[in-house]
């Protein structure tokens, strides 16, 4: 059983980026990188979303978006950060505002650098998570399985 | 006529499958329309499978009861019309099951949920005086208001229903758009991340929760086809090319329609069934219609 | 025939002792006996009776006529006084026009004195049933109720000895309605009525009380007249006074009846608060809940209805009928689209309550077998229902102190059972498989059996559609629930209260699951009696109908299973910290509380616009039954 990888949901949250990046995530639903071929929707819903991508670093201000939409989230989830603003704060990170890459705020699972992110990156990094979430799913399925024993 | 419970239980059995594989048509030609290559024609049975390998977690737990209900009373539904039951029952079954998705909505208690929940109330009240008139008009037509004696009043000449009322016909494709949630009427969800409600009804909805409704949701669409066919019972196959026709009219809609309004789709689905329902139910009345008078088949 | 009269004056003579009676603990454990006592002769009579077909019951007319002649002038001159003193000028003419010419009909009838005054067939029985019953229970709810009603009020003088009077009065007199072949005895039975139900709106006595009652009195007494129509023609045409009688009356086919029947048909319509008459019931809400409740479901506007459907032979396949059809359609329709743009629940009542009176009119006015079947289950189901959620909203609105359904949000947390019974209520009112769908299915099966009958399904299509919403969003409100819920208060809700609405709840169950005996033992033979035809919705459609009942029933076992639990996650406000009672960060550091309201499409299904539209239409219908029947005479 493995369907969790043949239909990851995503939900997209721009943190603090320049919007280059996001501009690469929309680009990856044209006809030209199709990421629906992997059964991947954009959802725009945490509740129904098993891929958390964000782009841009975290600041005061969205710190405690991010956190609700991640624990909004259904497990088993993972967290994508794209860009070079995701993955470390990139080149704010000296900012007053920005308190640094998304893992200072939940766990990331995997880091797709670029600025901006090429396209291409990104579904490769949307696929190296799906291994993640796979793994994910197993152990939880043995927690589960484990509790009802 | 066949044994009106082979019907029933073939439909429980096979819709979910009929239905996953026309949702994943629909994809499919959706993403060739986009000029995309689109998942896999499988997907749909993917996501659900999916959903039943997440977690469980809700808002409320009495949310996962409502959806329970809405999913048992759509399969009544189906299996009741295609058992060859009473046309009227079938209609008010299926009110029943969206009064349940609907409570599900208000019971999660979130803004974007409640909202949603509003408009597809709005939507089940738009709808329901097509539905009805549709039944009113098979009944004037044919005699009968059972499903299995519409069918065999066709096969034992008495033209295609169609023909009787081919206006109510065109009303009920028109309402199939908003049964079937595409754009422009899917104000209350959609398939496509373009939602200012987030998801509408099914916000709260996640993990086996969404789906069961999703579940619920190829029923559904297996019965409203079932629907249309009944327009061309009388010549079977007919019936499955004209229902293969308006499903893919319908994908085409849905991909050069933006949303509407909800006053639009009231105002438009009630003037339809006002002028359709009642043009075509009255020229029947007195007569004027027969089969042929449209010089079809 | 015991039992008829110990109906009829039983209640009367408790009224008088409650009237004298001051002490208010041992006058309600009366009262409560009193009701059960009725509830136990009604179930006798039901009992004894309904295998009997129709029992005539003769009684020497003579004293009895005059007394109530004698009484009819006393309250009218009562009427006149009240009239004068407020100044309500054209209520004082109406009583002495209405009373008088009903007088002067009495004395050119010439012939013999008839004696089948009273008598019983399975439809009065039906009604009987609904009266002695619901009303009964009524009356025990009130008893709670009313402690209550001072205790929040009082500002408003204690009068619960005459109001408890008025209450027995009012079920006397329709126990007198239903049971009466006379037509002048049903006429005094009528008024009486009408009398009560002025007296039990204005029971606050204030301004608008008064206004609201002597408005019900004035649209009350105007449709009298058709009463007084009918005498004045049945003496000109049949001065021996035979077609005096119900059943002769109707008997005679429409060709002599059908003037008589338009005109007590007229009386009906304003009884039964349809458009343009709609505007008294509205009003009547300013009263105590449990007179609303007695008002809508099972006395007053049924009386209106009883007579048109007893009427309904009359009307089948006439265009007069079907004139009559379209008053009733264009009300349910329209009074259906207005309750969608209210959020007082007693208002929401009140139009819903004149929306299902209509579809009932419309069925008699179509007058066919099927149809009378549609309408007399629709009179049963509405009335057990209707009861039940009225005496609910009375009970929420002193635990809540609002009667506003946006003020209901969540109340299942709050007082889980009561909103339960609420909830069966409400499904009995709109919802496959309950009570009232079974009706509207019969009923648009038989209209679709008439010429003219395409008309009446298009407006019931539509009006229902218009129903459907405004039940579900009610229904939704009700169970939109925070998480941390806000106490319990249901240890409030008296005895009375409690009992007495478990009792209704478990009568529209029961009801909703018995209603195929019903049909087979009463309603059937009743139709065979008349029609020569029964009526039904044929067994394999019933059989469905009741398994989906056990489905309804059945699910909720499914609860244990999903109350397992799992983990709980607030709701999304747009990526915001939420609370599970459903606060959110707001901007600027705010703790915001999420507000959710209805819609009400005030623009579209406003009030005043549907309901000046429905008062010309029906008006206009109600001018040309006028019109046919001028003509027909003249012709």
Same mark, same amino acid.
């Given at each position: 059983m493995a369907n969790i990888t043949k239909s990851p949901w995503i939900i997209h949250y721009d943190g603090s980026s320049c919007n280059g990046c996001d501009i690469e995530v929309l680009a990856c639903l044209t006809p030209l990188y199709d990421i629906e071929r992997f059964g991947i929707i954009n959802t725009g819903n945490p509740k129904h979303a098993d891929i958390f991508l964000i782009t841009g670093g975290i600041n005061h201000q969205n710190v405690e978006i991010v956190k609700n939409t991640y624990e909004q989230m259904v497990d088993p989830k993972v967290v994508v950060a794209v860009g070079i603003c995701a993955t470390s704060g990139g080149v704010f990170r000296e900012c007053y505002n920005i308190m640094g890459g998304v893992d200072t705020v939940i766990p990331v699972d995997v880091y797709v650098p670029g600025c901006a992110v090429r396209p291409e990156a990104i579904i490769d990094g949307v696929v190296q998570a799906l291994g993640i979430l796979e793994k994910k799913r197993a152990k939880l399925a043995a927690e589960q399985g484990g509790a009802k024993k | 006529m066949i044994n009106p419970f082979i019907g029933a239980i073939l439909f429980v059995i096979f819709a979910p499958v009929l239905g996953g594989l026309v949702a994943g048509i629909d994809r499919k030609v959706t993403a060739h329309m986009q000029g995309r290559v689109g998942p896999p024609i499988l997907q749909p049975f993917y996501d659900i499978f999916k959903l039943f390998e997440k977690e469980s977690a809700v808002v409320r737990p009495e949310i996962n009861f409502y959806i329970f209900c809405y999913l048992v009373f759509l399969v009544i539904t189906g299996a009741i019309f295609f058992a060859g039951e009473d046309i009227l029952l079938v209609i008010f079954a299926l009110t029943l099951a969206h009064v349940f998705i609907v409570i599900a909505a208000y019971a999660s208690s979130s803004p974007y949920a409640h909202v949603g929940a509003e408009r597809e109330l709005l939507m089940m009240m738009a709808v329901e005086p097509m539905l009805i008139l549709a039944a009113a008009g098979m009944y004037v037509a044919t005699g009968s208001f059972f499903v299995g004696e519409i069918i065999d009043f066709q096969l034992g000449g008495g033209g295609l229903l169609v023909t009787w009322i081919p206006l109510l016909f065109i009303g009920v494709v028109y309402i199939l758009t908003i049964k079937l949630r595409k754009s422009p009427f899917d104000i209350s969800t959609s398939h496509h991340a373009h939602?200012?409600?987030?998801?509408? =009804?099914?916000?709260?909805?996640?993990?086996?929760? =969404?789906?069961?409704?999703?579940?619920?949701? =190829?029923y559904e669409l297996v019965f409203l086809l079932g629907f249309v066919w009944l327009f061309f019972a009388g010549s079977p196959l007919l019936g499955i090319v004209v229902v293969a026709v308006v499903y893919f009219l319908e994908i085409l809609i849905d991909n050069t329609n933006t949303r509407a309004k909800w006053q639009f789709a009231l105002r438009s689905a009630w003037l339809a069934a006002l002028v359709l329902g009642v043009i075509n139910l009255v020229a029947l009345v007195l007569g004027i219609i027969q089969p042929g008078t449209l010089g079809v088949l | 025939m015991e039992l008829l009269l110990f109906l009829i004056l039983f209640p009367a003579l408790m009224g008088f002792i409650f009237l004298v009676f001051p002490n208010n603990k041992a006058r309600d454990a009366m009262v409560a006996l009193a009701a059960l006592v009725l509830i136990a002769a009604t179930v006798i009579l039901f009992i004894q009776n309904y295998s009997a077909g129709t029992v005539m019951y003769e009684i020497e007319p003579g004293a009895i006529s005059m007394a109530m002649m004698a009484l009819e002038v006393m309250l009218a001159l009562a009427v006149l006084y009240l009239a004068v003193k407020y100044r309500q000028w054209i209520v004082g003419a109406l009583a002495i026009i209405g009373t008088g010419v009903v007088l002067f009909a009495e004395t050119l009838f010439t012939g013999p004195e008839h004696m089948n005054n009273l008598f019983v067939d399975e439809f009065t029985l039906i009604m009987a049933?609904?009266?002695g019953v619901i009303g009964s229970i009524i009356c025990i709810f009130a008893t709670g109720y009313m402690r209550d009603y001072h205790h929040h009020h009082e500002e408003i003088k204690d009068k619960r000895q005459g109001f408890f009077f008025l209450l027995f009065i009012f079920l006397s007199a329709m126990f007198g309605v239903v049971f009466s072949n006379n037509m002048f005895w049903l006429y005094f039975f009528w008024e009486i009525t009408t009398l009560c139900s002025f007296l039990l709106i204005g029971y606050a006595w204030d301004e608008e009380a008064r206004k609201n009652a002597f408005w019900a009195l004035l649209l009350n007494l105007l449709g009298g007249l058709g009463f007084g129509g009918t005498f004045l023609y049945l003496a000109f045409t049949e001065p021996s006074g035979g077609l005096v009688m119900l059943d002769s009356l109707i008997a005679a086919g429409p060709a002599i009846a059908m003037i008589p029947a338009a005109l007590i048909g007229f009386a009906g319509l304003a009884k039964a608060a349809q458009m343009p008459f709609s505007s008294w019931l509205l009003g009547a809400m300013i009263a105590p809940t449990p007179v609303s409740a007695l008002?809508?479901?099972?006395?007053? $506007?049924?009386? &209106?209805?009883?007579?048109?459907?007893?009427?309904a032979p009359v009307y089948d396949a006439s265009f007069v009928g079907f004139l009559i059809a379209l008053v009733g359609g264009f009300t349910f329709l329209l009074a259906s689209g207005i309750a969608i743009s209210q959020s007082n629940?007693?208002? $929401?009542?009140?139009?819903?309550?004149?929306?299902?009176l209509g579809l009932i009119v419309t069925c008699a006015g179509i007058g066919n077998a099927a149809a009378v079947w549609a309408a007399i289950l629709l009179i049963v189901f509405h009335a057990i229902a209707k009861s039940l959620l009225f005496l609910c909203t009375g009970t929420v609105e002193h635990r809540i102190g609002s009667r506003d359904i946006e003020d209901m949000g969540g109340l299942i947390s709050i007082l889980p059972r009561i909103t339960i019974m609420m909830i069966i209520g409400i499904a009995g009112m709109f919802l496959a498989p309950f009570g009232m769908l079974i009706s509207k299915w019969a009923a648009l099966r038989a209209f679709l059996e008439t010429p003219y009958g395409i008309f009446a399904v298009i407006l019931i299509a539509f009006g229902s559609a218009a129903t459907l919403f405004f039940w579900t969003k009610w229904m939704g409100r009700l169970l939109e629930v925070a998480w941390k819920p806000k106490p319990r208060r249901e240890g409030e809700v008296s005895k009375p209260e409690f009992y007495?609405?478990? &009792?209704?709840?478990? &009568?529209?169950?029961?009801?909703?699951? &018995?209603?195929?005996?019903?049909?087979?033992?009463v309603v059937e033979p009743f139709l065979i009696g008349i029609y020569g035809i029964g009526a039904s919705l044929g067994e394999q459609n019933i059989a469905i109908m009741l398994m989906m009942m056990v489905v309804v029933f059945i699910l909720p076992v499914s609860l244990i299973f999903f109350r397992r639990d799992r983990r709980v996650i607030p709701h999304y406000v747009g990526g915001r910290a939420a609370t599970m009672d459903m606060q959110f960060a707001g901007s600027m550091g705010v703790q915001r509380k999420v507000e959710l309201s209805n819609y009400y499409f005030e623009g579209i299904f406003g009030e005043a616009k549907l309901g000046k539209a429905g008062n010309i239409l029906c008006t206009l219908f109600i001018v040309c039954i006028g019109v046919v029947l001028a003509m027909g005479v003249i012709a």
């Open positions: - | 939602q200012e409600l987030v998801k509408g =009804l099914t916000t709260e909805f996640s993990g086996p929760t =969404l789906g069961m409704y999703e579940i619920a949701h =190829l | 049933m609904i009266i008002l809508h479901s099972s006395t007053m $506007v049924k009386a &209106g209805v009883y007579v048109i459907v007893r009427f629940a007693k208002r $929401v009542l009140a139009w819903s309550t004149i929306a299902n007495s609405l478990l &009792g209704l709840a478990a &009568g529209v169950v029961i009801i909703c699951l &018995g209603f195929p005996l019903l049909s087979s033992a």
